[in-house]
């Protein structure tokens, strides 16, 4: 796939290195608060890593309201079961996330392990700076000036 400037390349090796190291992984999207690409894996071309960043922040709202209404508190992981697929949703550092999509076929708890480990060794790497007050996932204090 081709890559374009406007993503972090210096990160997509990393997602790369997630897609290869995990048996039935297909994509990874690392994404900010507002859904935004920040980085993507080889394996994806940028119109789909930006449909998926949207779907996700979707995901990751629905969460959140889940969370609000329940007194559940934030959200850490989020995970869709399709027939075919898998879609976790994880945060990555201040101001991302982390998206991958892997066939029915992977072991969950080894994809989720690894997302979580990628996240820990590279989480400076991984921080996107605040883009005004919007804050999709509600991970700040929700307060506006």
Do not use: Y
Not at 39 to 45: A, E, Q
Not at 89 to 114: K, N, R, Y
């Amino acid at each position: 796939m081709t890559r374009t400037t406007a993503t972090h390349q210096d990160l997509d090796w990393l997602l790369d290195g997630l897609v290869d190291s995990v048996a039935e992984t297909q994509n990874a999207v690392l994404l900010s608060d507002d859904g935004l690409v920040v980085s993507h894996s080889r394996t994806i071309d940028r119109a789909d890593a930006e449909r998926l960043a949207a779907i996700c922040t979707g995901q990751q709202s629905l969460a959140r309201g889940v969370g609000q209404l329940f007194n559940g508190g934030g959200v850490h992981q989020v995970i869709v079961e399709l027939n075919d697929l898998w879609l976790f949703i994880i945060a990555a550092a201040q101001g991302t996330h982390l998206a991958v999509i892997t066939s029915q076929e992977v072991d969950a708890e080894i994809m989720s392990l690894a997302m979580h480990n990628l996240v820990q060794q590279v989480g400076q790497k991984l921080t996107t700076p605040a883009r005004g007050e919007f804050d999709a996932f509600g991970t700040g204090d929700g307060q506006r000036a």
